[in-house]
Structure formats: C-alpha cells, structure tokens
C-alpha cells in the first residue's frame, strides 16, 4: 500500500504511472472545530437534523484540497509523456456532472481541482484513469470518457497490457 502526497510519476513495471492526490469533500460545508465553545451542542443539534458536517481534524483536513497551482507547474514538465495510468483521488468535471442533483447542491459545481483533472483529461496521453472519490466502481460509458474507471470499494486486477476486471 503505498501514501502519496503530491503529485507524482511512478515507473512500476515498465508502467508509467501519474499520480495526483486530493479532492475537494462535497459534504463539508459545515465545519465544526471541536476547540469551539459549543462544539457538542452544535454537533448534536446537526446529527438530530440529519445534516452533513465535518469535524475539523477528524473527519476533514485543509490539505484535502488540491493544490492546484504547484500540480499544474508540476504537469507543465510531463505535458508530452505518455502514461499508462493515471492515479486520483477525484475525478474530472466531467463525472462530476454525471452527480449533479437537484437535492444535491454541492455537487452542481465542479471544484477548481475537478477543472484541473478536466483539463488534463483534455490535454494528457493516457490509457486508463482511475479516480475514487464518488463512491462508484466501473468504467464510465462513451457518453463520458470510456477511460475513466471510478473505483469504490473493488479491487481492479490487470489481466495483461489490454485487460482490466473488476474483483
């Protein structure tokens, strides 16, 4: 199991691997700091609500939030390279579209790091994309991009060069 922190290109069995963390939570607009005077009160009053929160150092952490400047100076240098795989935690904009609805007014706009994915979805050579973050396995269809695979709680084992199953 590997901890990647920044953006990065790993050379794995002759693969060339991308790989850019982060994402953006869709769910925490409410921030709670537990040091706040109130805490318990105000996270109990949200729980009987049924509201969406975080706890800041618990469940939500400033570095979460792509760095969107250093990745995209990162990126300047490798626009030319091909990569077998691309490793993220989010997804470009365009899946985030696929999420959008109407009781859902988080997901209706993509984040400025799903913009950058978007870009480079765009722009990079790639064979396969695969992203977390929504909550979802499977290869997103030819509406979107049949590269994309977004990955859940699977296990993608690769057959061969041209094959991938989902476990």
């Known amino acids: 199991m590997f901890f990647i922190d920044e953006i990065t290109i790993l050379n794995v069995d002759n693969q060339n691997i991308l790989c850019i ?20 009160r105000k996270q109990a009053t949200l729980q009987k609500q ?5 706890v800041v150092g618990r469940s ?9 400047q250093k990745n995209a100076e990162f990126i300047e240098h490798h626009m ?20 959008k609805r109407p ?4 997901r209706k706009i ?7 994915l978007e870009e480079l979805r765009r722009n990079l050579d790639f064979d396969v994309w695969f992203h977390g973050h929504f ?17 859940y709680s699977e296990i993608i084992q690769l057959m061969n060069e041209n094959s991938l199953t989902i476990v």
């Open 80 to 99: 030319n390279e091909h990569f077998d795989f691309i490793l993220t935690h989010d997804a470009p904009a365009l899946i985030n579209s696929w999420f």
């Open 110 to 116: 993509s984040t400025a790091g799903q913009l950058f």
């Open 50 to 54: 049924y509201q969406w929160f975080r």
């Open 60 to 68: 939500w952490w400033p570095q979460e939030k792509m760095d969107v």
């Open 135 to 151: 909550h979802f396995t499977g290869f997103w269809n030819e509406l979107y991009d049949e590269r994309i695979c977004g990955v």
């Open 103 to 106: 009781e859902d007014s988080a």
């Open 21 to 40: 963390p982060c994402a953006e939570s869709h769910d925490a607009d409410i921030l709670l700091d537990p040091n706040e005077i109130g805490f318990k």
